[in-house]
């Protein structure tokens, strides 16, 4: 498996996920990264399956269109989605590119229509969700504590400690992380309430 983190401006993480054998690709949140993602995808002779955005922040999606004009895919995005997509996932959905399974978690709370995606089971893309050594904020349009308590605490800390963790910025003190290490050391994922996590993501 071919997978490449890619920030090339600002904070913004986008991801580049392909099946070697197959040359098939996904991108995940475009960001303002489209250059660099182009640049990369044509110089490994890839076929740009999916745009996935893990929710509909112009921040993620910048770069959507910009790489579906060039080099084709489909755009997707959880059903609540706003933005313009041509294939809407659900929870539980699977998406295949080549040999390569990448299951759809719905993890609502830092916007309604957010996703965290399984990469073959090793690599989780966070999007906005879990950062390293910190969560998504839910202060603005969209966003719930208490959803996000259910994506944080009953499914995302469900998985196995080993899985790695890509977040959609960068944020923390290093560029990605694993289910343990965050369960560990994430001031955000200690054993709390709902209603003592929804009082936490509200103190100033």
Do not use: W
């Not at 259910?150 to 400690?161: E, G, I």
């Not at 994430?186 to 709390?192: D, E, G, I, K, T």
């Amino acid at each position: 498996m071919f997978f490449r983190q890619v920030k090339h401006h600002g904070d913004n993480f986008s991801y580049i996920i392909a099946d070697q054998a197959t040359r098939e690709a996904v991108v995940v949140d475009s960001s303002f990264n489209a250059d660099e993602i182009l640049r990369v995808l044509k110089a490994e002779g890839f076929t740009l399956k999916y745009i996935i955005s893990t929710h509909g922040h112009s921040d993620h999606t910048a770069g959507n269109f910009e790489l579906k004009a060039a080099l084709g895919g489909q755009i997707v995005a959880h059903g609540l989605s706003r933005i313009r997509v041509d294939l809407k996932v659900e929870d539980g959905d699977i998406l295949k590119v080549g040999g390569i399974q990448i299951p759809v978690i719905y993890t609502p709370g830092h916007t309604a229509d957010g996703i965290c995606l399984l990469v073959d089971g090793e690599k989780l893309l966070t999007g906005d969700t879990l950062f390293v050594g910190e969560c998504g904020r839910t202060d603005l349009p969209g966003g719930n504590p208490r959803s996000l308590y259910d994506s944080l605490f009953n499914k995302l800390l469900r998985l196995n400690d080993a899985v790695e963790v890509y977040p959609g910025h960068d944020y923390g003190s290093k560029l990605h992380s694993t289910v343990g290490e965050e369960r560990r050391t994430n001031y955000v994922l200690q054993p709390r309430s709902v209603d003592e996590f929804v009082a936490f993501m509200q103190e100033p």
